[in-house]
């Protein structure tokens, strides 16, 4: 089954702790992106990746890291700057096409602070 | 500055009507707009795109219209079941100047079907 998955579902972090959220997709995709989704405000992009070895900042980068070593694999890391890091974060992928840019979903990473 | 607006009211139909959702924006020039679905607690998933240049486009009981005068997308459901409720986002595909492209999401309405 070719899909994108993600780790740990649910996701606790402690004052000051650096915390890793898993994204893997075996879609052969070359895109990969990050989002967080908060109650009423929708997705905001954190950080993207265009190819291996390559990422961008999305619109809300402060607080986060990402890396993108492998094709199918780019983990988030959520740092203890992030000064508000509850929320739903989604994983995504697609093909590096010029225009339809169309996005395929992992089920996604609850994370709450402790 | 843009903005993407959809109605953060939950849309109650009854079973068998035909559901309509709007998405409207601001200071845009699109050249795709998608639509998904996400249930609670998953990722969206995808289920439409529209091209700027296109009226409508039809998936099954699924229509979405798209104008850009008016910079407002439509979307229906005919003969709605309760299997379709689900908050639904649409998202405006801008090609950037420099090459590659940029999507961006609406907030979602969420739909309820009752029987």
């Known amino acids: 089954d070719g899909g994108i998955t993600q780790s740990p579902k649910y996701l606790f972090r402690k004052e000051g702790q650096n915390v890793t959220l898993s994204c893997e997709q075996n879609l052969n995709h070359d895109a990969m992106y990050w989002y967080r989704q908060d109650p009423g405000q929708g997705l905001r992009l954190i950080y993207y990746s265009q190819i291996v070895n390559d990422f961008q900042k999305g619109d809300i980068a402060e607080g986060y890291s990402v890396s993108r070593e492998k094709k199918e694999s780019f983990p988030l890391t959520v740092t203890s700057a992030q000064k508000n890091p509850t929320a739903f974060y989604l994983c995504?992928?697609?093909?590096?096409?010029?225009?339809?840019?169309?996005?395929?979903f992992g089920a996604g990473t609850r994370l709450s602070v402790l | 500055s843009q903005k993407i607006e959809q109605n953060s009211e939950a849309l109650n139909i009854q079973e068998g009507k035909t559901a309509t959702l709007t998405c409207n924006y601001t200071?845009?020039?699109?050249?795709?707009l998608q639509w998904y679905r996400q249930d609670p607690g998953r990722g969206p998933v995808f289920l439409l795109l529209i091209r700027e240049n296109e009226k409508e486009k039809r998936k099954e009981r699924l229509k979405v219209t798209f104008d850009t005068t008016l910079k407002q997308s439509l979307f229906h459901i005919t003969a709605s079941q309760p299997a379709d409720s689900a908050t639904y986002l649409c998202?405006?595909?801008?090609?950037?100047?420099?090459?590659?492209?940029?999507?961006?999401f609406g907030t979602g309405t969420q739909l309820k079907v009752e029987l």
């Open positions: 200071n845009y020039s699109p050249a795709y």
């Open positions: 995504a992928s697609s093909i590096a096409d010029r225009g339809k840019n169309i996005q395929y």
């Open positions: 998202a405006l595909v801008a090609i950037l100047t420099g090459g590659g492209n940029k999507l961006t």
